[in-house]
């Protein structure tokens, strides 16, 4: 079993801008759990979180070229976006 390569928050959101599929593997393995719990307190629902997660990710990976860092971290930033999506359901 290989270990899976760290990535700095940098390194991570350069290769992300680059549509790097294993950086967005590596996000996602590393973020899904935490975005599913935010969701998870705002709804009751897990097939329903399960949907919104996937959606989170796809809406994330699609709209990568908007995140700015000078703004806020990137987690935030994902966050937010999951959140924004959850209240939309």
Do not use: H
Request: aromatic share 14%; glycine share 4%.
């Amino acid at each position: 079993m290989s270990e899976q390569k760290k990535y700095s928050e940098e390194e991570l959101i350069l290769l992300l801008k680059a549509k790097d599929q294993y950086a967005f593997s590596y996000l996602y393995d590393n973020y899904a759990g935490a975005l599913n719990g935010v969701i998870i307190r705002m709804v009751d629902d897990l097939q329903l979180a399960e949907d919104i997660l996937q959606e989170a990710f796809l809406k994330i990976w699609n709209n990568f070229t908007q995140f700015d860092s000078s703004e806020g971290r990137l987690f935030t930033w994902m966050i937010n976006i999951t959140r924004n999506l959850t209240s939309d359901t």
